[in-house]
């Protein structure tokens, strides 16, 4: 099965700063996707990770709060801007392989709370 | 909008019993209906099922989809202290983006 590595794990963080999350894939693959759970709710997606190119973004989430990078085929980054509490959530890089249909597996997730 | 329904959002049962837990989906460009279950933070992947009607089994848990209903249930025979946990149903679309239902918390008593 798949190996998705994830950092951190969890953070806690002061309003006003960012976070970056770091998703690195073991081998290749067609997608890579970012979710976010907030407490008690289900996932939710983010965007979609562009390799080399612009994040496609879901309506609701925007570049300049959830600025993303893709540099090259198994690895991406999601940032979480000027933290607000309302960002305490859990955040899920996720990917999907080649020779796959539209299966995903997932990281093992970050645990944000801003303070 | 594409929209995925999960019931029951709870259960409590003992070790032993056999639950069913269930899934409805409106999704635009249908591919694909997955099961997840998800004990910490990451969803472990369970099932994905694309045609109608065939079972798909691992161990005691099995699933089925039923396109002409929109749905899908997932059952637990025999169940476990370690099946607690939440049951995530998810609705593949177009662009491989996956739409979750809220989940089902099933707690397992021994």
């Known amino acids: 099965s798949a190996v998705i590595s994830q950092k951190p794990s969890r953070d806690i963080c002061q309003r006003g700063t960012s976070l970056t999350i770091q998703c690195q894939v073991d081998s290749q693959v067609t997608m890579m996707f970012w979710y976010r759970q907030q407490p008690g709710q289900s996932l939710t997606l983010i965007a979609t990770?562009?390799?080399?190119?612009?994040?496609?973004?879901e309506s609701g989430f925007v570049i300049d709060k959830f600025p993303i990078s893709r540099p090259n085929l198994t690895f991406s980054t999601l940032t979480v801007s000027n933290l607000s509490p309302e960002d305490s959530s859990i955040y899920l890089c996720?990917?999907?392989?080649?020779?796959?249909?539209?299966?995903?597996?997932f990281g093992q997730g970050t645990r944000l709370t801003v303070v | 909008e594409d929209k995925v329904v999960q019931s029951p959002l709870s259960l409590v049962v003992h070790e032993g019993d056999t639950v069913t837990l269930n899934c409805s989906y409106e999704?635009?460009?249908?591919?694909?209906l997955l099961w997840y279950k998800q004990e910490k933070k990451a969803p472990t992947f369970l099932f994905m099922l694309?045609?109608?009607?065939i079972e798909k089994k691992s161990g005691r848990l099995s699933s089925i989809l039923d396109k002409k209903e929109l749905s899908s249930i997932l059952n637990i025979t025999a169940t476990q202290t370690g099946d607690s946990a939440i049951y995530l149903c998810?609705?593949?679309?177009?662009?491989?983006?996956?739409?979750f239902g809220k989940g089902t918390l099933l707690t397992v008593n021994p």
């Open positions: 996720s990917a999907v392989y080649r020779g796959m249909n539209t299966e995903a597996f």
């Open positions: 694309t045609s109608s009607g």
């Open positions: 998810a609705s593949g679309g177009s662009n491989y983006k996956l739409t």
């Open positions: 990770a562009n390799q080399g190119s612009e994040a496609t973004y």
């Open positions: 999704v635009t460009n249908f591919r694909s």
